[in-house]
């Protein structure tokens, strides 16, 4: 993985330094550096808990052209406007005089409402992409076949992932963003290890488990039933994601070394590292007229952002502590989780025991 900043603070001249050059490119070539491994063992459910989950996941396909109600309509502007109430405590809260907000009025507000949901539901459908990659790569590289076999459902899932937020993308929203650097560097670094548990690691435990929090949150927070919805059947399906890579790995895990486990502590620590302080939405700024660095100064500032940061590590530190992650070789990554302030999420319920609670039929959703 590149070298990321070792400490807490967050440097914000070395992430403005990242942006994607590359934005006119319609495909993008990354060396997977992988064996593709065939397995002549055949027993079905020699690993029970991955054969569950396959059989779990053979039931629970929805279709999301047919299962979400697109006929709705979403006035992404009305929205913008109800939510300018909540940029204004924001503003409420700072002297703005002599930032880039200083003459900001209800309407910059609403645009910047609307220009982050763009970039946000974008950078979902780009990291779903890159789920889609990472399990096609994990039916070729894992040696189980209780694994390729839940991984090629996976594969389907994240199929549909892709496609209904490039649908609510292109019906509901006005207008796309490129994928930012930052998502772009990290998803090339997973792809690129060759090692297939870092597939493992990087996609299922790191990038999934930061979005099973990530739509949880935003599910919450929406009252708009078609996006409401799709987050919903999507979650359905990352929650059983996730509990794929904490039951496989936790498994491989017990019989690797500490200099082993040592990588995959500091592989994880720098995944979270990007995702804590990359994904700032500089994009955004730069579409809004307005110096992205002085405008980034503030934003970090927010306590409501920096809680929002934490509680995207709900999922990701209790199933790394699962993993035996956090305490090996002298707690190391306790130490960096604690210094980033998300430690307290330890003993929240992993996703490994949790998955079945998200299930559609679990809150009596119907699947056609
Ligand atoms: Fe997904
Ligand atoms: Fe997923």
Request: a negative charge; hydrophobic letters at 40%; proline letters at 2%.
């Amino acid at each position: 993985m590149t070298t990321v900043s070792p400490h807490d603070a967050i440097d914000l001249e070395q992430i403005l330094s990242v942006s994607n050059t590359e934005l006119h490119e319609v495909v993008h070539h990354v060396k997977d550096n992988a064996d593709c491994i065939f397995t002549w063992n055949y027993d079905k459910g020699e690993r029970p808990a991955l054969n569950k989950l396959y059989e779990k996941a053979k039931h629970a396909q929805w279709n999301g052209e047919t299962d979400l109600p697109w006929d709705l309509d979403v006035d992404q502007e009305a929205q913008a406007m109800a939510a300018v109430n909540t940029f204004r405590e924001f503003t409420q809260s700072y002297d703005l005089g002599g930032t880039p907000f200083e003459k900001w009025g209800d309407k910059e507000w609403a645009q910047l409402n609307i220009e982050g949901s763009n970039w946000s539901l974008s950078q979902f459908m780009h990291g779903e992409q890159g789920a889609l990659v990472c399990t096609a790569k994990i039916v070729e590289t894992v040696p189980w076949i209780d694994a390729k076999y839940y991984a090629s459902t996976q594969v389907m899932d994240e199929a549909r992932h892709v496609e209904v937020f490039a649908k609510y993308l292109d019906t509901k929203m006005s207008g796309h963003y490129p994928i930012n650097a930052h998502l772009k560097m990290l998803l090339d670094d997973i792809v690129e290890d060759s090692r297939w548990d870092m597939t493992y690691l990087g996609m299922q435990i790191m990038v999934e488990g930061l979005a099973l929090a990530a739509f949880g949150f935003m599910h919450a927070m929406i009252e708009e039933p078609l996006l409401k919805q799709l987050l919903r059947y999507v979650m359905s399906d990352e929650a059983r994601h996730v509990a794929f890579g904490v039951i496989s790995l936790q498994e491989y895990y017990q019989g690797l070394s500490d200099a082993e486990m040592k990588e995959r502590q500091e592989f994880a620590y720098e995944a979270s590292i990007r995702m804590r302080d990359r994904f700032l939405q500089q994009e955004v700024w730069d579409r809004m007229g307005v110096n992205v660095k002085e405008a980034l100064q503030l934003v970090v500032q927010d306590p409501g952002r920096v809680m929002f940061q934490q509680m995207l590590f709900a999922k990701i530190v209790p199933n790394c502590k699962k993993l035996g992650l956090l305490d090996r070789n002298d707690q190391w990554l306790r130490r960096r989780f604690e210094e980033m302030g998300v430690i307290q999420f330890e003993d929240w319920i992993d996703t490994g025991d949790e998955y079945e609670a998200f299930s559609l039929e679990a809150t009596g959703q119907a699947l056609n």
